[in-house]
Nanobody, 125 residues
Framework: QVQLVESGGGLVQAGGSLRLSCAAS????????MGWFRQAPGKEREFVSR????????YYSDSVKGRFTISRDNAKNTMYLQMNSLKPEDTAVYYC??????????????????WGQGTQVTVSS
């Protein structure tokens, strides 16, 4: 079982940047595809980005494409989300999760396991 801990959230002005980290415990981290999701108050959890086990394949939601970059360092058991040109609508709790291998390529939160506790990102206008 992989355990995940997110960090790096905070308060930033519109147009600013943040880098989120997702630290994983467990020796099997490098064998799983991973994803970032976010949830704003009163809204459902939504997909942000995902990355293959090797880091060679990435995918982004239309709302963050061109502004966010997902990456991972399997030697450090850590995944990252570099967020640039932040907008107030990016305000949410950001979560990382492990993709269930049975649902390769999925962006549905229901197809991800081992969720972290989340990190708050607040973008002021």
């Amino acid at each position: 079982q992989v355990q995940l801990v997110e960090s790096g959230g905070g308060l930033v002005q519109a147009g600013g940047s943040l880098r989120l980290s997702c630290a994983a415990s467990g020796r099997t981290f490098s064998t799983y595809a991973m994803g970032w999701f976010r949830q704003a108050p009163g809204k459902e959890r939504e997909f942000v980005s995902r990355i293959s086990w090797s880091g060679g394949s990435t995918y982004y939601s239309d709302s963050v494409k061109g502004r966010f970059t997902i990456s991972r360092d399997n030697a450090k058991n850590t995944m990252y989300l570099q967020m640039n040109s932040l907008k107030p609508e990016d305000t949410a709790v950001y979560y990382c999760a492990v993709q269930n291998p049975a649902y390769s390529g999925s962006i549905s939160p229901g197809h991800y396991n081992c969720w972290g506790q989340g990190t708050q990102v607040t973008v002021s206008s």
